[in-house]
C-alpha cells in the first residue's frame, strides 16, 4: 500500500470510527422514533462491520510492510506504539461486539466503548501520519505535507464532532430539575399527541370470553409514537353519546401505523360492553394521545418484575412486545394473578414468548382454580414473589390491576425492602366523588383567579377548574380528562381545591401545590398560576 492510499486509508477508517460513535449517541437519545432508532442502530451496525473489515486490511498492510523492511534488533518506538495500538483495538472491539448482541441494554457502556475506540484509532492513524512527514527526505514533496495535513484536519474535525455530540446531550440531565416541577409527559411530540387523530377498526380478536383485541389503522399522515405502556383517550359514540374512555395501549409502539387495545368487558361498563359486543371492522373513532408516565425505558430499567391482575396485562404486553421486537436482553419476570384459567388474556402469546426469550418467564396465579390446575393458586403473597424473583434490589417493579390488588402488591414489595422509587404502577383510574361533607356542598359558587391570563371568574360546585378554564379561553393544555395522564397539571398559588384522582401527579408536583384541573374543583377562593 502506497504513502497516499495508507493516508486515505487512515482517514476513511477514523471517519468510520467518528462516525459509528455519532450514530450511537443520537440512536440513545429519547426523543428518536421507534423507526429512526432502528435505522440508526442498523447503520451502526453495518458501519462497525466495515470498520473491522478496514482494520483487517491495514493491519495486514502494516505486517507486510515490516517484513518488507527487513529490520533487525529493536523496533523504532513509533512502530511498537502502532502495533501496541492494534493490539489493545482488537479486543476492545471483539468486547463491544460481545455487547451489542448479548447485552444490548447496556447502553453506557456501549457508549464508552465507542468513545474509547475512537481515540484509539484517531492515535492509531496520526502516528504513521506523523512518521511519514518526519521522515520526508525531501522537502519539496508537496503532496505528501498536504495529504498529512488533510488527515490531521480530517481526524481533528471529527474527533470535535464527536465530544460536542457527546457533551450536547449532558444539558438534557441537568434540566430534569427544573426550580419548579414541570408538567411532564413523556412522549415525543407534546403538541401532535395533543391533537386528535381519527382511527379505523381493522380487525378483532378475541382473547378471552370477555376480553377481544380490537386492532385500528393508523392514518398514514400521523405517525403514533408512543412508549411501551402508554395509553390514549378515546371519544367513543355509544347509543348517540359521546363518551370518553381511556386504554391502554397493547401492542408494541414499534408499529406505528397500527394501535391495539384489549378492552375486558365489566358490569355496567357501557363503553366496553359496546367494544365487545357491537364493534365492528370500520368503525371509526377520534383518539388523542399517548400519554401516561407508566412505561418501560430500556435506557433506565436495566431488569424488570411486571405485577399484573386481570386486564392489567395490557401495559406488560405491549413492554414484552417491544422488548421482543428490539430482542432486547432485558431481563423480565411476569407474575399474572386471575381468577380462573379461562381469564388468561394472551395466553398463547404469553407461553411463545417464554420459549423463544430466555431472559423471559412468567407464572399465573389463579384465586379460583379448577380441579386439573396444577400450578399457583391464591392470591399475591411475599411468597410468590420471593420465590420467582431474585436480587430485588435490582429490579424495577411495575404494578398494574385493581387498586385493592396494587395497594397489597405494594404492600408486599415495601416489606421485601424495595425502594418506592423503583415501584411504579398504572391506575384504572376510577373517577369517584368524595361523599363527604364539604364547603361545596353548602356554598354554590366559587371564586377562581387565573392570575396568568389576568381572570376572575365564578364557577358552580360542580363544575372543575377544566370547565371555567375552557369557558372563559384560559389555556391549559388536556389529555385524558380523567385525572391520569398529568398533561393539565397546573399549579394552586393559594386557596384549596379538591381533587378526584391524583394519579397523574408525580410526588413533588403534589408537594409543589400541583393539581389536575381535569378533576379538580375549587374550595372557596383559588389563585391558579395559568
Not at 81 to 102: E, F, M, N, S, T
Not at 233 to 239: A, G, H, I, L
Not at 368 to 373: F, I, S
Amino acid at each position: 500500500m502506497s504513502n497516499i492510499s495508507a493516508i486515505v486509508a487512515g482517514i476513511v477508517f477514523v471517519t468510520l470510527a467518528a462516525a459509528n460513535v455519532v450514530v450511537m449517541l443520537e440512536a440513545s437519545q429519547p426523543s428518536r422514533n421507534i423507526t429512526t432508532r432502528s435505522r440508526l442502530i442498523a447503520f451502526h451496525r453495518a458501519g462497525g462491520y466495515l470498520f473491522v473489515i478496514l482494520l483487517c486490511i491495514m493491519a495486514y498492510s502494516m505486517s507486510q510492510r515490516l517484513a518488507g523492511l527487513g529490520i533487525t534488533g529493536h523496533l523504532p518506538t513509533h512502530l511498537v506504539l502502532h502495533i501496541a495500538l492494534v493490539l489493545v483495538l482488537v479486543p476492545l472491539l471483539l468486547l463491544k461486539i460481545l455487547i451489542a448482541h448479548r447485552y444490548k441494554h447496556s447502553q453506557s457502556s456501549l457508549k464508552g466503548l465507542g468513545i474509547t475506540i475512537f481515540v484509539i484509532s484517531f492515535v492509531l492513524v496520526a502516528i504513521p501520519t506523523f512518521s511519514e512527514l518526519l521522515r520526508s527526505a525531501n522537502p519539496g514533496s508537496m503532496a505528501l505535507r498536504l495529504a498529512t495535513g488533510g488527515v490531521v484536519a480530517v481526524c481533528l474535525v471529527q474527533c470535535a464532532l464527536v465530544f460536542k455530540q457527546k457533551h450536547t446531550q449532558a444539558p438534557v440531565e441537568s434540566s430534569r430539575i427544573p426550580e419548579i416541577p414541570a408538567r411532564v409527559t413523556p412522549r415525543t411530540d407534546r403538541e401532535n399527541a395533543k391533537d386528535p387523530m381519527n382511527l379505523l377498526l381493522a380487525q378483532i380478536e378475541q382473547q378471552t370470553h370477555d376480553t377481544k383485541t380490537l386492532r385500528f389503522q393508523v392514518p398514514k399522515e400521523r405517525q403514533l409514537r408512543s412508549k411501551p405502556g402508554q395509553f390514549l383517550t378515546f371519544q367513543w359514540t355509544v347509543d348517540g353519546q359521546r363518551v370518553p374512555r381511556s386504554y391502554t395501549i397493547s401492542s408494541s409502539p414499534v408499529h406505528e401505523n397500527y394501535v391495539e387495545i384489549t378492552p375486558k368487558r365489566t358490569e355496567n361498563g357501557c363503553v366496553s360492553a359496546f367494544l365487545n359486543e357491537r364493534a365492528k371492522p370500520g368503525l371509526a373513532v377520534e383518539a388523542s394521545g399517548p400519554y401516561g408516565r407508566f412505561y418501560f425505558d430500556e435506557t433506565l430499567h436495566k431488569s424488570i418484575v411486571l405485577i399484573a391482575a386481570g386486564s392489567g396485562i395490557t401495559p406488560m404486553i405491549s413492554m414484552l412486545r417491544y422488548i421482543d421486537d428490539l430482542e432486547l436482553a432485558t431481563p423480565v419476570t411476569l407474575l399474572y394473578c386471575v381468577r380462573t384459567g379461562a381469564d388468561v388474556i394472551f395466553e398463547n402469546e404469553l407461553e411463545r414468548l417464554s420459549r423463544s426469550r430466555p431472559s423471559f418467564k412468567y407464572e399465573v396465579c389463579l384465586s379460583k382454580p379448577d380441579p386439573t390446575w396444577k400450578g399457583r393458586s391464591g392470591r399475591l403473597t411475599e411468597e410468590f414473589v420471593t420465590q420467582n424473583v431474585t436480587n430485588l434490589d435490582a429490579q424495577t417493579f411495575f404494578l398494574c390491576g385493581p387498586k385493592g390488588f396494587m395497594d397489597n402488591a405494594r404492600q408486599i414489595l415495601s416489606t421485601l425492602g424495595v425502594n418506592r422509587d423503583r415501584i411504579l404502577q398504572e391506575s384504572f383510574g376510577e373517577s369517584k366523588r368524595s361523599t363527604k361533607s364539604s364547603p361545596l356542598e353548602t356554598r354554590p359558587v366559587e371564586t377562581v383567579v387565573f392570575i396568568h391570563s389576568q381572570k376572575v371568574c365564578q364557577v358552580s360546585a360542580e363544575s372543575t377548574l377544566l370547565d371555567l378554564a375552557e369557558r372563559n379561553e384560559v389555556p391549559i393544555p388536556y389529555g385524558c380528562r380523567q385525572g391520569l395522564c398529568g398533561t393539565c397539571a397546573t399549579r394552586v398559588l393559594s386557596g384549596t381545591v379538591q381533587m378526584d384522582v391524583e394519579a397523574g401527579l408525580t410526588a413533588e408536583q403534589k408537594s409543589a401545590g400541583y393539581v389536575l384541573p381535569c378533576v379538580s374543583r375549587a374550595e372557596g377562593t383559588v389563585v391558579v398560576a395559568a
